[in-house]
């Protein structure tokens, strides 16, 4: 009986010990698997499932620097039409003895991805200088701008160019310049500065530029030439097509207009275009201090701004004429189809204007400003010349504000306003005032 009962006990220890195995065992498969997908999910969010056909590192040692790197092998002719990848392995200032002293140049027919890697990309200039910008995508290449760690930064550009009247250069941007195509999905485009338009990035006429993640902010333009109304877009100047999808654009500035993004038809057959998906526009102060599309500029300028979602938040701005979210001028085009424009106090000045200009509302919402003494959307066309103007409202809501005395929507003179769909209510003052010469048409529900 002694050694049946030893046997026994021997088995149930034997089968506590297999348990506890298979438990640890799950145990660290659970949590590897955690691991793997949370690594995945990071990969993913970097894009760097990417498969490349190079890749390269950028520090000093065995008896190369990072410009001879960049230079000899990144920039060889053996990697045009390659997918490169590039990963910035220390700080950078491209400026001083023996480094490049110019900006990082993506030359056509090159598709580079570089990875800050939590790592500063940066100039060191002690005045603006002609090509002063950090980083220049030359038309036909491809440049993405990803950032492993999270703390990388793309910063010290002081972008000081000729007069605009006799050169287009002047829109070089202080950070970086894109006449090609430009992704960005991480990193801190931040504190550059330009002395004409685009203080963080700009978008040439042949550029295309995508924002999935990252910061563009504390960008400054027209630093030296404040009388230049080219002088605009203190985080991003548009006169190509830019995409937000996600990431952050704040805490820009420019004495001129479009605080956050600038939109300018330079090229007369490529009207510019920002389509917003996600991501925020917040804090930025000019004329029109997150979005202005055109306005103040003379001219049929064609340019349309298209919001799908994202929100737009607590813009200044520092004209009466411009609204401090958003800013439509003349002959351009406002299409809202959702998102939420929220957060803006202002004493005189709109949340939104339209002024020679279009604004169709299908979605979104405008919703939780505080306005004093006007109204949160204002509509108003020059009698001379004759220019139009218009608001339609199928759907979405301008609700929740706070107005004194004005109105939420305010159609004045020449003005046709469409009233098919939405809401447009609880706004502390009036709903839609409208002026004299003014066509209301009302349809729908």
Same mark, same amino acid.
């Given at each position: 009986?002694?050694?049946?009962?030893?046997?026994?006990?021997?088995?149930?220890?034997?089968?506590?010990?297999?348990?506890?195995?298979?438990?640890? !065992?799950?145990?660290?498969?659970?949590?590897? $698997?955690?691991?793997?997908?949370?690594?995945?999910?990071?990969?993913?969010?970097?894009?760097?499932?990417?498969?490349?056909? $190079?890749?390269?590192?950028?520090?000093?040692?065995?008896?190369?620097?990072?410009?001879?790197?960049?230079?000899? $092998?990144?920039?060889?002719?053996?990697?045009?039409?390659?997918?490169?990848?590039?990963?910035?392995?220390?700080?950078?200032?491209?400026?001083?003895?023996?480094?490049?002293?110019?900006?990082?140049?993506?030359?056509?027919?090159?598709?580079?991805?570089?990875?800050?890697?939590?790592?500063?990309?940066?100039?060191?200039? #002690?005045?603006?200088?002609?090509?002063?910008?950090?980083?220049?995508?030359?038309?036909?290449?491809?440049?993405?701008?990803?950032?492993?760690?999270?703390?990388?930064?793309?910063?010290?550009?002081?972008?000081?160019?000729?007069?605009?009247?006799?050169?287009?250069?002047?829109?070089?941007?202080?950070?970086?310049?894109?006449? !090609?195509?430009?992704?960005?999905?991480?990193?801190?485009?931040?504190? %550059?500065?330009?002395?004409? &338009?685009?203080? @963080?990035?700009?978008?040439?006429?042949?550029?295309?530029?995508?924002?999935?993640?990252?910061?563009?902010?504390?960008?400054?333009?027209?630093? #030296?030439?404040?009388? %230049?109304?080219?002088?605009?877009?203190?985080?991003?100047?548009?006169?190509?097509?830019?995409?937000?999808?996600?990431?952050?654009?704040? &805490?820009?500035?420019?004495? /001129?207009?479009?605080?956050?993004?600038?939109?300018?038809?330079?090229?007369?057959?490529?009207?510019?275009?920002?389509?917003?998906?996600? *991501?925020?526009?917040?804090?930025?102060?000019?004329?029109?201090?997150?979005? @202005?599309?055109?306005? *103040?500029?003379?001219?049929?300028?064609?340019?349309?701004?298209?919001?799908? *979602?994202?929100?737009?938040?607590?813009?200044?701005?520092?004209?009466?004429?411009?609204?401090?979210?958003?800013?439509?001028?003349?002959?351009?085009?406002?299409?809202?189809?959702?998102?939420?424009?929220?957060?803006?106090?202002?004493?005189?000045?709109?949340?939104?204007?339209?002024?020679? #200009?279009?604004?169709?509302?299908? !979605?979104?919402?405008?919703?939780?400003?505080?306005?004093?003494? /006007?109204?949160?959307?204002?509509?108003?066309?020059?009698?001379?010349?004759?220019?139009?103007?218009?608001?339609?409202?199928?759907?979405?809501?301008?609700?929740?504000?706070?107005?004194?005395?004005?109105?939420?929507?305010?159609?004045?003179? %020449?003005?046709?306003?469409?009233?098919?769909?939405? $809401?447009?209510?609880?706004?502390?003052?009036?709903?839609?005032?409208?002026?004299? %010469?003014?066509?209301?048409?009302? *349809?729908?529900?």
């Amino acid at each position: 009986m002694k050694k049946l009962y030893l046997k026994n006990t021997l088995i149930a220890i034997m089968a506590m010990l297999a348990a506890l195995c298979l438990a640890a !065992g799950a145990i660290l498969f659970v949590q590897t $698997e955690s691991r793997l997908s949370a690594n995945n999910n990071r990969v993913q969010a970097m894009g760097a499932m990417q498969s490349y056909d $190079e890749t390269y590192t950028l520090k000093d040692g065995d008896g190369k620097t990072k410009k001879d790197i960049w230079s000899n $092998e990144v920039l060889s002719a053996n990697n045009v039409n390659k997918k490169i990848l590039v990963i910035l392995g220390e700080d950078w200032c491209l400026d001083g003895s023996g480094q490049l002293n110019s900006s990082l140049m993506v030359p056509a027919n090159y598709d580079i991805t570089l990875d800050l890697n939590g790592k500063i990309l940066s100039r060191n200039l #002690s005045s603006f200088v002609a090509g002063g910008n950090v980083i220049s995508v030359i038309a036909s290449s491809t440049f993405t701008l990803n950032d492993s760690v999270g703390t990388g930064k793309v910063t010290g550009g002081k972008n000081g160019t000729p007069n605009p009247t006799t050169s287009s250069s002047e829109y070089s941007g202080g950070g970086i310049c894109v006449f !090609g195509n430009f992704i960005m999905n991480g990193g801190n485009v931040t504190a %550059n500065q330009s002395t004409f &338009g685009g203080g @963080n990035l700009l978008v040439a006429y042949t550029g295309v530029a995508v924002m999935n993640g990252g910061k563009i902010t504390n960008g400054v333009a027209g630093v #030296s030439a404040p009388n %230049n109304p080219r002088s605009s877009g203190g985080g991003v100047f548009v006169y190509g097509t830019f995409t937000l999808n996600g990431g952050e654009i704040s &805490g820009n500035s420019t004495q /001129h207009f479009g605080g956050g993004i600038f939109l300018f038809k330079l090229n007369i057959s490529c009207p510019a275009i920002f389509i917003m998906n996600g *991501g925020t526009i917040s804090g930025n102060t000019g004329k029109g201090g997150g979005v @202005n599309c055109g306005a *103040g500029m003379n001219g049929n300028d064609n340019d349309k701004f298209i919001m799908n *979602g994202g929100i737009i938040s607590g813009n200044t701005s520092i004209s009466v004429s411009h609204g401090a979210a958003i800013a439509a001028g003349v002959g351009t085009e406002f299409v809202m189809n959702g998102g939420l424009v929220t957060a803006h106090t202002t004493n005189g000045v709109p949340v939104v204007t339209v002024e020679n #200009s279009h604004m169709t509302m299908n !979605g979104g919402e405008i919703s939780g400003n505080t306005v004093a003494s /006007h109204a949160i959307v204002y509509t108003v066309a020059s009698a001379t010349p004759n220019f139009t103007t218009s608001f339609t409202i199928s759907g979405g809501s301008v609700v929740n504000n706070s107005v004194s005395n004005y109105s939420g929507v305010a159609l004045t003179k %020449n003005v046709t306003g469409t009233f098919i769909g939405g $809401e447009i209510a609880n706004n502390s003052g009036y709903g839609v005032t409208r002026d004299t %010469n003014v066509t209301v048409n009302v *349809g729908g529900s």
